[in-house]
């Protein structure tokens, strides 16, 4: 996948790989949450994290993961696997506007190589900014509350561009679902669909021709 140019301040879009039961909390609450990263599978990511905390002298560290590239199977299968996996397309700069007025940390996550990593090359306040190169194709948007009173994120359901489901969702189950997400969304225009990253009926229509 093709890096994407942006800055932390100019993403058009950001996406948020999770699942139905995360989705159907945000649409009726109209919050996002922001986690603590201690469960966090990737230890490389949750231990850093404990440093950075350990070294702000934090009392509180909250975290929130988006990507701002294209959906890759890494996204699908680390974060968004099984029927109930989907994706939240928002309108970046919209969000952006509100993690400003929340005062919250924000921005693009950089990959580095082991060799470019020292003590004296990082900053502390680059660490919850920072990941190892294997990761890099998540192209990661990271959001980040130091303040115990700021756990969750204050949306309008407009901000989202579009919903994505797991391809994996049987037909039945699928449209019943779309059925249901375009009422809690408020909005029979809501952009709802299923992903074709495992079964694009388009690209194996090309190659029938031949």
């Known amino acids: 996948m093709g890096s994407i140019t942006a800055s932390k301040d100019d993403v058009k879009y950001l996406n948020r790989f999770t699942t139905l039961p995360v989705l159907l909390d945000l649409l009726r609450r109209k919050r996002l949450v922001l986690l603590e990263p201690d469960k966090w599978e990737d230890r490389n990511d949750s231990e850093i994290m404990r440093v950075y905390k350990s070294r702000k002298k934090l009392n509180h560290l909250y975290a929130l993961c988006f990507s701002y590239g294209l959906e890759t199977i890494h996204h699908w299968k680390s ?4 029927i109930s996996g989907c994706c939240i397309e928002f309108n970046g700069r919209e969000l ?3 993690f400003r007025s929340l005062g919250l940390r924000y921005g693009l ?3 580095k190589k082991l060799g470019d990593v020292d003590s004296e090359s990082i900053r502390v306040d680059e660490i919850p900014f920072t990941k ?4 890099r194709c998540e ?12 756990q969750e994120i204050p949306i309008e359901l407009w901000m989202i561009n579009k919903i994505t489901i797991n391809q994996r969702m049987p037909d039945q189950v699928y449209y019943t679902i779309k059925d249901y997400l375009k009422g809690a969304c408020d909005n029979p225009e809501q952009k709802i669909n299923r992903s074709t990253l495992y079964e694009n009926r388009i690209w ?3 190659f029938s021709k031949f």
Do not use: A, H
Not at 79 to 82: N, V
């Open 79 to 82: 974060f968004s696997d099984g």
């Open 96 to 98: 952006q506007r509100v």
């Open 109 to 111: 996550v950089t990959y």
């Open 132 to 135: 190892r190169w294997p990761y």
């Open 139 to 150: 192209e990661e948007y990271r959001v980040i509350s130091e303040n115990e009173q700021c």
């Open 204 to 206: 194996i229509r090309k």
